[in-house]
Each structure stands twice: as C-alpha cells, then as structure tokens.
Nanobody, 113 residues
Framework: QVQFVESGGGLVQPGGSLKLSCEAS????????MRWYRQAPGKEREMVAG?????YYADSVKGRFTISRDNAKNTVYLQMNSLKPEDTAVYYC?????????WGQGTQVTVSS
C-alpha cells in the first residue's frame, strides 16, 4: 500500500525556518522522483520543489527552500528558510505516476507574527 506521511510543520514567524519530512512506503523509493507540493486556502495545489537526478524549484521559493532525500530512510525533506506569510499552506509530498494518485494528510505550515 502506497503511503506518504508528512511531518515537521508548525507555526513560525516571518523570516524563520522549518524542515519538513516525508516518509514514503509501498513502492521502490530510490527509483522515483519525489516532489513537494502545497495548497493554500482557496488556492489550487502547486508544486514547490522536486528531486530526481537534479533538483528544481518553483520561482516563488527558489533560493529559500532546499529539497533533499535519504534513500536509506525512504524519506524526502524540505528545508524552508526565510519563510514568508505567503508560504502558509498545507504541504504534501508525492512521487511519479502511478504513485502520484496517492496523497498523505499533509503538514500545516503557518507563517505569522
């Protein structure tokens, strides 16, 4: 059974940092690109960052967020620095199709003073 379990969210002040984790199971993690997405209230889900043989980022987070992975732990990370109120969202991780059909509960990130 494919599962994604996100953690590490919370409330942080503008300019602060958080590190998100996502543990995946039910497929061969090493063979798949992994991505972080986020969904803010009233907005569509958007891709934030991805990692395969390369890393890539949405323009809105480039230079502030860093994606990484530990294949031994089936885990992908998202280090978020210089957080802004507009980064407030529920953050999810996901993999390549067909596993992209599965979504975890996500982890809430709230950036507010």
């Amino acid at each position: 059974q494919v599962q994604f379990v996100e953690s590490g969210g919370g409330l942080v002040q503008p300019g602060g940092s958080l590190k998100l984790s996502c543990e995946a199971s039910g497929f061969i993690f090493n063979y798949n690109a992994m991505r972080w997405y986020r969904q803010a209230p009233g907005k569509e889900r958007e891709m934030v960052a991805g990692i395969s043989t390369i890393t890539y980022y949405a323009d809105s987070v480039k230079g502030r967020f860093t994606i990484s992975r530990d294949n031994a732990k089936n885990t992908v990370y998202l280090q978020m620095n210089s957080l802004k109120p507009e980064d407030t969202a529920v953050y999810y991780c996901n993999a390549d199709p067909p596993f992209s059909a599965y979504w975890g509960q996500g982890t809430q990130v709230t950036v507010s003073s």
